[in-house]
C-alpha cells in the first residue's frame, strides 16, 4: 500500500518478511485486474494459468504505460486522448489470441478429466 511505502520508506524492501512483500504484491496486482477488467475472465480459467495470466498482464501493463506517455509526448492530434484511453482501457483484452487458446484448451481438458 502506498501509505505503507510513504511511511516506511526504502526499508520495506528489507525489514518486512518475504512472504508478507508476495502477499502485499500479489493483493495489489489481483485488485488492479478486477478493478480494470472485471472477474468474469478469471473465472472461466483453469487455476494453474492465474499466475501466467499475472505475468502477461504485468508486462502488459508496462508497455501500455510506456505508449501511452510515448503518444502524450508526441506530435499526434488528439494525443491526450488518445493517451487517455490507453490508461484507461481494459488489459486482458490485449492478451495475446495464443494465450487464450492455450487457456481454453487447459479448460476443456480439465472438465474432461472430471
Same mark, same amino acid.
Request: net charge negative; glycine share 2%.
Given at each position: 500500500?502506498?501509505? !505503507?511505502?510513504?511511511?516506511?520508506?526504502e526499508?520495506? @524492501?528489507?525489514r518486512?518478511?518475504?512472504?508478507?512483500?508476495? @502477499?502485499?504484491?500479489?493483493?495489489?496486482l489481483?485488485a488492479?485486474?478486477?478493478?480494470?477488467?472485471?472477474?468474469?475472465?478469471?473465472e472461466?480459467?483453469?487455476?494453474?494459468?492465474?499466475?501466467? !495470466?499475472a505475468?502477461?498482464? !504485468?508486462? !502488459?501493463?508496462?508497455?501500455?504505460?510506456?505508449?501511452?506517455?510515448?503518444?502524450?509526448?508526441?506530435?499526434?492530434?488528439?494525443?491526450?486522448?488518445?493517451?487517455?484511453?490507453?490508461?484507461?482501457?481494459?488489459?486482458?483484452?490485449?492478451?495475446?489470441?495464443?494465450?487464450?487458446e492455450?487457456?481454453?484448451?487447459t479448460?476443456?481438458?480439465d472438465?474432461?478429466?472430471?
Amino acid at each position: 500500500p502506498k501509505v !505503507l511505502v510513504e511511511m516506511a520508506g526504502e526499508e520495506i @524492501w528489507t525489514r518486512l518478511p518475504r512472504t508478507y512483500l508476495h @502477499w502485499v504484491m500479489a493483493k495489489s496486482l489481483a485488485a488492479r485486474i478486477a478493478y480494470r477488467d472485471g472477474i468474469d475472465y478469471l473465472e472461466t480459467m483453469p487455476t494453474s494459468e492465474i499466475a501466467s !495470466l499475472a505475468v502477461q498482464y !504485468l508486462s !502488459l501493463e508496462l508497455e501500455r504505460r510506456r505508449l501511452a506517455l510515448e503518444v502524450a509526448d508526441s506530435d499526434l492530434p488528439n494525443r491526450d486522448r488518445i493517451a487517455e484511453i490507453l490508461d484507461s482501457a481494459g488489459i486482458i483484452s490485449t492478451i495475446s489470441p495464443d494465450f487464450t487458446e492455450r487457456t481454453c484448451e487447459t479448460e476443456s481438458e480439465d472438465n474432461d478429466k472430471i
